[in-house]
């Protein structure tokens, strides 16, 4: 495998992975979660076999893929702005061009995307990946190509991702895939279907070979990692049905961890998601016995009302929310928390908009990910809930979320100045080319003059000011970890 560096990519740098020899150039795009981000990486390599390298020239690609999201509308209409801008460049400079689209929107609106946007060549869902190569033979030939069926297995444990615009430092390692918790807002149980996890193995393998080549940092990842459960395949729901055997020898999430934890002690493992109904303690001792897993959870809690939560279908109440808090705070006392809030939900009034405020000043997150409700078609919302919060509510209600978020922001990488942290230097600053950026075991933020240091070390940093979501520090020496 070729690696070149992109240097479009002002401030940063970015390495190709590309196979030497391969003569035809794929376009990849990806909206979205994390997962998607992922799974292009999976088609980047299935094509890699098929002769294509990636390339940044739009205007040069031989085919143009978007993996695209359905979480949100605000999503979708950028993938629709997107197909209008390759419009442009297939009917202007590159008729030859193939274009398709991948992902969740792909599966949510299957044969309509090929009669709505008449660009379009091919729509592939999220578990249809390997058959590519078949759906571009059938374009060749004149045909619509379409392939969105759900699976029960595949996990794509068997293929070695291409990393696309990677630091070279950081990866994700996918460990699950699907979601069975159908919260009445969400489209992923019908985007992604159900949960099934990767053989633990090949997670294992895929880490190690990451380290062989220099990487530093993984995240594992899934829609709902605290899920995983490898007991030789097949669906989660389906694990009660499992012999003796496999239960006795299953690998739950706190297990893999561990696993991971020992297969390479000097690389620093994240996961993301968590969900709040299905971690355990026995992740959170975990994340305490290791010291190369961060201390760092993502959990999203989406609103802190109990009558809100019960209309999402989310399975844990808010008190059980804050004894979870209460008790990773108990084991991990440095670690960061970060949600997920969602305003304007369906009959969401005042008194459960301010539920939310309080829960937020009881939890006090490091971070958050907030959205006004958007309703999606499909959903069990949209089907049994009127969308009845107006839009101006709900974004006044929404900058609140934000405005609470960023003051508890504050305090905390505030709490920071005068301390030592260990930042693992990912890359460039933003502005100029002067510091290096990078996140410490909390992941926050940090930027710091570049001196000697390289990326992919890791360094000492003194802290000595702070902003709402970035820390600001000297280097004071190499960390041991390097």
Same mark, same amino acid.
């Given at each position: 495998?070729?690696?070149?560096?992109?240097?479009?990519?002002?401030?940063?740098?970015?390495?190709?992975?590309?196979?030497?020899?391969?003569?035809?150039?794929?376009?990849?795009?990806?909206?979205?979660?994390?997962?998607?981000?992922?799974?292009?990486?999976?088609?980047?390599?299935?094509?890699?076999?098929?002769?294509?390298?990636?390339?940044?020239?739009?205007?040069?690609?031989?085919?143009?893929?978007?993996?695209?999201?359905?979480?949100?509308?605000? /999503? *979708?209409?950028?993938?629709? +702005?997107? #197909? =209008?801008?390759?419009?442009?460049?297939?009917?202007?400079?590159? $008729?030859?061009?193939?274009?398709?689209?991948?992902?969740?929107? /792909? *599966?949510?609106?299957?044969? +309509?995307? #090929? =009669?709505?946007?008449?660009?379009?060549?091919?729509?592939?869902? $999220?578990?249809?990946?390997?058959?590519?190569?078949?759906?571009? /033979? *059938?374009?060749?030939?004149?045909?619509?190509?379409?392939?969105?069926?759900?699976?029960?297995?595949?996990?794509?444990?068997?293929?070695?991702?291409?990393?696309?615009?990677?630091?070279?430092?950081?990866?994700?390692?996918?460990?699950?895939?699907?979601?069975?918790?159908?919260?009445?807002?969400?489209?992923?149980?019908?985007?992604?279907?159900?949960?099934?996890?990767?053989?633990?193995?090949?997670?294992?393998?895929?880490?190690?070979?990451?380290?062989?080549?220099?990487?530093?940092?993984?995240?594992?990842?899934?829609?709902?990692?605290?899920?995983?459960?490898?007991?030789?395949?097949?669906?989660?729901?389906?694990?009660?049905?499992?012999?003796?055997?496999?239960?006795?020898?299953?690998?739950?999430?706190?297990?893999?961890?561990?696993?991971?934890?020992?297969?390479?002690?000097?690389?620093?493992?994240?996961?993301?998601?968590?969900?709040?109904?299905?971690?355990?303690?026995?992740?959170?001792?975990?994340?305490?016995?290791?010291?190369?897993?961060?201390?760092?959870?993502?959990?999203?809690?989406?609103?802190?009302?109990?009558?809100?939560?019960?209309?999402?279908?989310?399975?844990?109440?808010?008190?059980?929310?804050?004894?979870?808090?209460?008790?990773?705070?108990?084991?991990?006392?440095?670690?960061?928390?970060?949600?997920?809030?969602?305003?304007?939900?369906?009959?969401?009034?005042?008194?459960?908009?301010?539920?939310?405020?309080?829960?937020?000043?009881?939890?006090?997150?490091?971070?958050?990910?907030?959205?006004?409700?958007?309703?999606?078609?499909?959903?069990?919302?949209?089907?049994?809930?009127?969308?009845?919060?107006?839009?101006?509510?709900?974004?006044?209600?929404?900058?609140?979320?934000?405005?609470?978020?960023?003051?508890?922001?504050?305090?905390?990488?505030?709490?920071?100045?005068?301390?030592?942290?260990?930042?693992?230097?990912?890359?460039?600053?933003?502005?100029?080319?002067?510091?290096?950026?990078?996140?410490?075991?909390?992941?926050?933020?940090?930027?710091?003059?570049?001196?000697?240091?390289?990326?992919?070390?890791?360094?000492?940093?003194?802290?000595?000011?702070?902003?709402?979501?970035?820390?600001?520090?000297?280097?004071?020496?190499?960390?041991?970890?390097?």
């Amino acid at each position: 495998m070729e690696k070149t560096i992109d240097e479009n990519k002002q401030g940063e740098n970015l390495v190709i992975e590309n196979k030497e020899g391969n003569k035809k150039k794929l376009f990849i795009e990806s909206y979205g979660c994390a997962m998607n981000f992922s799974d292009s990486e999976i088609v980047a390599s299935i094509l890699s076999d098929q002769g294509y390298n990636t390339t940044q020239n739009l205007e040069d690609a031989d085919l143009v893929l978007v993996n695209t999201c359905s979480i949100r509308d605000k /999503a *979708e209409q950028t993938v629709r +702005k997107r #197909l =209008e801008k390759y419009n442009a460049i297939k009917r202007d400079t590159n $008729p030859n061009m193939k274009v398709g689209v991948l992902g969740c929107m /792909a *599966e949510r609106l299957k044969s +309509k995307f #090929l =009669e709505e946007e008449k660009i379009v060549d091919l729509v592939v869902g $999220p578990d249809a990946y390997k058959d590519i190569p078949n759906l571009l /033979a *059938e374009v060749e030939d004149g045909r619509d190509a379409i392939n969105v069926i759900l699976s029960k297995e595949e996990t794509y444990g068997d293929i070695s991702p291409v990393r696309l615009n990677t630091n070279g430092v950081t990866a994700f390692v996918s460990i699950t895939r699907g979601c069975d918790n159908m919260c009445t807002f969400c489209v992923v149980p019908f985007t992604r279907g159900r949960e099934r996890s990767r053989d633990h193995q090949s997670i294992i393998e895929e880490i190690n070979d990451l380290w062989s080549r220099g990487y530093k940092e993984i995240t594992l990842l899934g829609q709902n990692v605290d899920s995983y459960l490898w007991y030789g395949g097949g669906l989660k729901k389906d694990f009660v049905k499992a012999t003796d055997m496999q239960k006795a020898t299953a690998v739950n999430f706190s297990k893999l961890l561990e696993l991971c934890a020992q297969a390479q002690p000097k690389m620093r493992i994240r996961f993301s998601t968590s969900n709040p109904q299905d971690m355990t303690l026995d992740v959170v001792e975990t994340m305490a016995k290791y010291k190369n897993i961060c201390n760092y959870i993502h959990l999203p809690v989406q609103s802190g009302s109990n009558r809100i939560l019960k209309e999402m279908n989310r399975q844990h109440t808010r008190e059980e929310y804050i004894d979870l808090i209460n008790n990773i705070k108990r084991i991990l006392p440095e670690c960061t928390i970060s949600q997920d809030m969602i305003t304007g939900f369906p009959t969401e009034t005042e008194e459960d908009h301010q539920d939310t405020l309080s829960l937020m000043k009881e939890v006090r997150y490091a971070f958050g990910y907030m959205f006004a409700y958007s309703e999606r078609p499909g959903t069990m919302a949209e089907r049994k809930l009127d969308d009845d919060i107006p839009l101006a509510v709900k974004k006044r209600r929404l900058q609140e979320v934000i405005d609470l978020q960023l003051e508890h922001s504050f305090d905390k990488t505030k709490s920071f100045i005068g301390k030592t942290v260990e930042v693992l230097i990912e890359k460039e600053a933003r502005k100029g080319n002067k510091d290096w950026s990078g996140r410490n075991d909390q992941n926050l933020l940090c930027v710091f003059p570049k001196d000697i240091y390289k990326v992919g070390e890791f360094v000492n940093v003194k802290i000595i000011s702070a902003t709402k979501t970035t820390l600001i520090g000297e280097p004071v020496g190499y960390s041991e970890n390097n």
